[in-house]
């Protein structure tokens, strides 16, 4: 989702012409689509693009930021001579092969603009865990390798908690953990969660806690213990809670029904809990939180939270 505030020096100004301005990603046909397809409001109302704003209106528009044209670049939350911990917003890619633009390369950019990048001393940016593009949230980054082996064997053991938001299809206990097996396929693109033990298959445990339910919706706190591939979509969806918006593991009708056309997942929180023994010892304790959420409109809609 994203949020203009209309300025005082626009006052009367057409609602479809504020758009036209403040995104470049909208051609007219994009417009009058987003307008069409009700995911543009004006204080809470939908807009039809006819409507002229005043100064203090905000206009909200339910689509994740590159679909605009918007800055993507990730917010810095923290960061000291060792680690640089962002919030990444939907639609920007954690990494990047093709030359697309990542978090990753912003981060790069954003040492060397601090003069701490050397590629001869190894002091570069190592991302620790990637989110998947329309996945929003924390992103923990190390500036070198030492930092690097820290923040991995921590969350190996466990030692850094992740808590993701997230609304899923169907009526959830009000709280439960989940266990079970996860096997990735030959691809290692996708995955299969199983009851029983197989050949190369590993446990997964998830816990998750229900925050809101409405509109055949149920919004989550969820903890994945372990550390799968697609944990949390996979492991929801199996067991009859799949994530609004998830066409791979999810219920595909019911996501073009509600206009979910991604899957609708946030990294809110991390916690670090890795004690005090070694020379990170002022991390213990730290709790991160991200303000990047990007969920579809329906999620507001239900009122599972508020925009």
């Known amino acids: 989702m994203v949020e203009l505030n209309v300025e005082k020096e626009r006052d009367g100004a057409g609602l479809a012409e504020l758009l036209m301005e403040a995104c470049p990603g909208f051609s007219e046909k994009t417009l009058k689509t987003a307008l069409k397809s009700g995911i543009v409001t004006v204080n809470g109302q939908e807009g039809s693009g006819n409507e002229t704003v005043h100064a203090g209106d905000i206009v909200r528009i339910f689509a994740p930021p ?25 639609g920007l890619p954690s990494t990047s092969e093709s030359g697309e633009p990542s978090a990753l390369d912003m981060v790069e950019a954003h040492m060397k603009r601090r003069g701490e990048y050397s590629l001869e001393a190894l002091i570069v940016p190592y991302l620790i865990y990637p989110l998947d593009k329309y996945v929003s949230g ?14 991995t064997e921590a969350l190996m053991q466990r030692r850094i908690t992740r808590y993701y938001i997230c609304p899923v299809v169907g009526q ?53 213990v372990t550390n799968g591939l697609h944990q949390i979509r996979a492991h929801l969806a199996y067991a009859g809670l799949p994530v609004l918006g998830d066409d791979v593991y999810g219920n595909r009708r019911f996501n073009r029904k509600m206009g979910a056309t991604y899957p609708a997942l946030w990294l809110h929180r991390v916690v670090f809990e890795v004690g005090t023994a070694h020379n990170y010892a002022y991390l213990n304790g730290m709790m991160l939180e991200s303000e990047e959420c990007s969920f579809p409109k329906c999620v507001y809609d239900a009122g599972l939270m508020e925009p």
């Open 172 to 224: 959830a206990q009000d709280k439960a953990e989940l266990m079970a097996y996860h096997l990735r396929d030959k691809s290692n693109r996708h995955v299969r969660i199983m009851p029983k033990p197989q050949k190369e298959a590993k446990p997964v445990v998830t816990r998750y806690q229900r925050l809101a339910e409405g509109g055949g919706i149920s919004l989550l706190r969820v903890r994945p």
């Open 138 to 151: 924390l992103l923990l980054v190390a500036k070198h390798e030492d930092a690097y082996l820290f923040l």
């Open 66 to 90: 590159d679909l605009l044209g918007l800055n993507l670049s990730p917010r810095v939350v923290y960061q000291d001579e060792n680690f640089v911990f962002v919030d990444k917003p939907a």
